[in-house]
């Protein structure tokens, strides 16, 4: 599965933004999609993801109320829209995808820049 994520941008604080990524090369609705990040100095952290079977999404504490993870198995793509960015959400975000029943998460984006301003 080949994974591009695009939309990253630099935002003022507050502002809202949409992630994409666009999946080729595997079935697509065959797989759980999520979204990870890396802050400059840091470990990548995930985010959000969506799961194959029922569209069921799981979200991180700090994101949760203000990202949307969503998906569209016709387009093979799936989306991360953000809202209310703060400072702290300025990252390399990452696609990834896991095939349904493996926990591990095998395949990777190369990263979309997120830049959030005070």
């Known amino acids: 599965v080949q994974l591009v994520e695009s939309g990253g941008r630099l935002v003022q604080a507050g502002g809202s933004l949409t992630l994409s990524c666009a999946a080729s090369?595997?079935?697509?609705?065959?797989?759980?999609m999520g979204w990870f990040r890396q802050a400059p100095g840091k470990g990548r952290e995930f985010v959000a993801a969506?799961?194959?079977?029922?569209?069921?999404?799981t979200y991180a504490d700090s994101v949760k109320g203000r990202f949307t993870i969503s998906r569209d198995n016709a387009e093979n793509m799936v989306y991360l829209q953000m809202n209310s960015l703060k400072p702290e959400d300025t990252a390399l975000y990452y696609c990834?995808?896991?095939?349904?029943?493996?926990?591990?998460?095998?395949?990777w984006g190369q990263g979309t820049q997120v830049t959030v301003s005070s």
């Open positions: 969506i799961a194959w079977s029922d569209s069921g999404t």
């Open positions: 990834a995808a896991r095939y349904r029943g493996i926990i591990r998460y095998d395949f």
């Open positions: 090369g595997g079935t697509f609705s065959s797989y759980d």
